[in-house]
């Protein structure tokens, strides 16, 4: 269905580039297709076709050649990085970035993980679907505590357009009316397990200031016929999503924003085009276009349009911005403020505790639900009352411990089989999901003499956790402790791990929005303060990061941005 | 940094990390334990079924000799004897390590598995005056127990041996089809996630492990 709008060489004029497939390009190139505009969505991974192209999709662990591992040798020449990612296994490594033709450096002594797509699709494809929309608490926060700058919008300018993405994306979950997490446009929340309303109960008792909730997620839950419209059917909850789904019953760019812009007759796709750098018309203040280099070929070569929408991925964009460099913008383009590549964040993941839970014995669950239960931002609401700034949430699990358990025991035998063939007892997991204030020092910067094979210099990443979150580590591990315990859990077991930034798949900021010029790239319309027809509408644009998967904002964000540039050329001011 | 050369546990949930094992010291206590001989009378004794014993000729493996694979077969079979479902021998368990090791583990560790294997190989023959595939059902399960508990003849044995035989073959038996799918129920296309479900409604038996 993608290919006939696959193109290679153009001499057109579009009214719009997207840098990026992703989950913000593919709803960029949408919005603005659907405004009328004709776009070209420049992606450097190769097509990918809903369906056809999903081909570890529905495979059986003994029809795997490995039973899902990776070759070791291919892993480490190749995968170095992209194999910490948990989802990263023999089904799905065609949708990662490859780390041997897309390297990057990072500042001595530190480490960050980059976790990267690599096709059409992007990420949206490997995403994990948790989503949540922002509070008012999140865009007001900087401006608070005096970390980062001030946000040039807050929740409310971003409620409509929530609302228009979750109409459209689908996004299952409870009402809840919390204030710090607004509910969304749902379809139906995945059902609680005996055990998971028994916890829900006990904690919203001990804890009046507590809630225990379904974790939401862009799944089709109950599809109702808009969705079955756009081609998409019911989560059949295989939880083997990154696999790809044919039944586009998960929202990525593939199953739903693509095929809405593709309708519009306005899209064209160029593939396997790896974006150098963004043209920039110096007597005009105008970004003309991009460069990009082919990624088979090597060849050079052009796309032209009257604006340029970057959502290449927050560290992709930087990249390509840094890369931008001309005698008006002599270190990066629209980086007349000199923050650019600088106030990059990720999620604090890093703690995480377990615990068994007698009874229950008979219940269990059918089907591998693609979610858990989570329990929302409790500390810091009202004013900073911990050590720490900022907040954090849960993110649980709840779970019959299955076969695995038997790996490193000592037992064996016929009794060993017999006891493996039955449910283990419950096992509770809660993973943290903290922020992390932005820093000036968190950068990304070109590195000074490597380049990769397209001949674009690396990205040299500066990035560590900070005493901030050391502090709120310690107190998110002590909480999760106390929790289990109140839940009435035994043989509990909390550690925090050292993890650099990144494993939590959520890098942010780096060209940030800012109501200022002289301390920000972006402004309150995700366009440049600098040039006003270059636009930059994925991660890359936060100014803080708040505690929650930010996907779904990403979405919001990206949509208004788009709407707004598409208002902009109507009344020609770009 | 090297991740861990063993194959990862299927993870079953979203990424919330749970042990799905022991922790190292529930492991200790529970290997103290068998060196005190406190192992399950069952196991020693053995089940009936447990006397069937694989037999036929074995393949040359990718990096096994013809002699390895044999024992490897004996092995996993006892860790996971055939009973009213087929066993790890059944299932080529002994086939999937083979292919780890050739192609998904670092060559360091594969070869420290190897020698393991050999050791072991050698520590039977002095012990037990044969070689392991032909012992009696109950010896092989007094050996492994041994091995389990790093009791004699294994003192020498480093310890990760048993544990990386053990994960592997727990890996490798219930990702095959008849692990997956007799011993366990495998549900390719759950059709939707139901929370009203009981143990009893799955027959009494776990769902095979979940894999992203």
């Not at chain 1, 018309?281 to 991009?290: C, H, I, K, L, Q």
């Amino acid at each position: 269905m993608i290919d006939p709008f696959l193109i290679k060489n153009s001499n057109k004029k579009y009214d719009a580039i997207v840098v990026g497939s992703g989950i913000s390009g593919g709803w960029a190139a949408k919005e603005l297709c659907e405004r009328g505009l004709k776009v070209l969505l420049v992606e450097r991974g190769p097509p990918v076709r809903h369906g056809a192209d999903y081909t570890g999709e529905g495979k059986a662990p003994w029809q795997l050649e490995h039973r899902g591992t990776v070759d070791f040798k291919l892993a480490e020449d190749q995968y170095h990085v992209q194999r910490k990612c948990y989802a990263f296994n023999e089904a799905t490594r065609q949708f990662f970035g490859n780390d041997r033709d897309y390297p990057y450096s990072t500042a001595e002594g530190t480490q960050f993980d980059w976790i990267r797509g690599n096709s059409l699709g992007g990420r949206s494809i490997l995403w994990h679907r948790q989503s949540y929309r922002w509070g008012a608490i999140d865009f007001t926060e900087n401006l608070r505590d005096g970390n980062g700058c001030d946000w040039p919008i807050r929740y409310d300018d971003l409620v409509d357009w929530y609302s228009h993405v979750e109409k459209f994306a689908g996004i299952s979950g409870s009402v809840e009316n919390i204030p710090e997490l607004p509910d969304s446009e749902f379809l139906p929340p995945f059902e609680m397990t005996a055990l998971e309303i028994h916890l829900k109960g006990v904690i919203e008792q001990k804890y009046p200031n507590l809630k225990f909730i379904q974790g939401r997620c862009a799944h089709l839950s109950e599809p109702t016929q808009f969705f079955f419209d756009q081609g998409r059917g019911k989560c059949m909850a295989r939880n083997q999503c990154q696999r790809g789904c044919s039944f586009g019953a998960y929202f990525s760019t593939l199953s739903s924003t693509l095929p809405a812009a593709i309708k519009t007759g306005n899209l064209e796709i160029a593939c396997n085009s790896v974006v150098h750098s963004v043209r920039y018309d110096e007597n005009a203040n105008r970004a003309t276009g991009v460069i990009v280099v082919d990624a088979e070929t090597l060849e050079t070569r052009e796309y032209q349009a009257s604006m340029v929408f970057l959502c290449a991925s927050t560290l992709g964009t930087a990249q390509i911005m840094l890369n931008s460099k001309s005698a008006a913008f002599p270190t990066g383009i629209a980086n007349s403020s000199g923050v650019l590549g600088h106030y990059l964040m990720d999620h604090i993941y890093n703690v995480n505790a377990s615990g068994t839970f007698e009874g229950f014995e008979d219940a269990y669950y059918r089907g591998n639900r693609p979610t858990g239960p989570v329990i929302p931002r409790f500390v810091n609401l009202d004013g900073q009352t911990e050590k720490f700034a900022r907040g954090y949430f849960l993110r649980m699990s709840t779970e019959r411990l299955n076969v695995n358990r038997g790996i490193d025991t000592p037992e064996f035998g016929a009794d060993f089989k017999r006891d493996m063939q039955r449910p283990g007892p419950w096992v509770i997991g809660i993973g943290s999901s903290g922020e992390m204030t932005p820093k000036f020092e968190n950068k990304v910067t070109l590195h000074p003499e490597k380049t990769d094979k397209w001949g674009i210099p690396q990205l040299l990443i500066d990035c560590r956790h900070t005493e901030n979150d050391y502090l709120m580590m310690e107190e998110m591990q002590k909480k999760c402790v106390e929790l289990l315990e109140a839940m009435g859990a035994s043989n509990i077991s909390s550690s925090i791990n050292d993890d650099p930034p990144g494993l939590a798949i959520h890098e942010m900021g780096t060209v940030r929005m800012g109501r200022d010029p002289e301390t920000s790239v972006l402004n309150g319309r995700n366009q440049c303060h600098d040039v006003p027809n270059l636009f930059v509408a994925d991660g890359a644009c936060m100014a803080s990061s708040s505690h929650q998967n930010p996907s779904l904002t990403y979405m919001a964000i990206a949509a208004r941005a788009a709407n707004l540039a598409a208002d902009m050329l109507q009344r020609k001011e770009i | 940094m090297a991740k861990s050369r063993i194959p990862e546990p299927p993870q079953t949930m979203e990424p919330v990390p749970v042990r799905t094992g022991m922790s190292r010291r529930q492991l200790i206590r529970s290997l103290a334990y068998s060196c005190l001989g406190l192992v399950t009378a069952d196991v020693i004794a053995g089940n009936p079924l447990g006397e069937r014993k694989p037999g036929g000729p074995v393949r040359e493996g990718q990096i096994l000799s013809e002699s390895q694979m044999k024992l490897l077969r004996a092995l996993v079979e006892t860790i996971i004897p055939q009973t009213d479902t087929p066993g790890a021998a059944a299932t080529d368990t002994h086939g999937f390590i083979d292919d780890q090791l050739a192609n998904c583990t670092a060559p360091d560790e594969a070869k420290q598995f190897i020698a393991g294997l050999d050791q072991f190989a050698q520590a039977v023959n002095t012990q037990w005056g044969d070689e392991f595939a032909n012992l009696k059902a109950t010896d092989q399960q007094a050996a492994v127990s041994a091995l389990a508990g790093s009791g004699v003849p294994f003192e020498k044995l480093p310890e990760s041996f048993f544990r990386q035989l053990k994960s592997l073959t727990v890996i490798g038996y219930y990702s095959s089809e008849a692990g997956a799918s007799q011993e366990l129920v495998y549900l390719p296309i759950p059709g939707g996630y139901r929370a009203s479900f009981t143990v009893a409604d799955n027959g009494g038996k776990s769902f095979s492990p979940h894999t992203y």
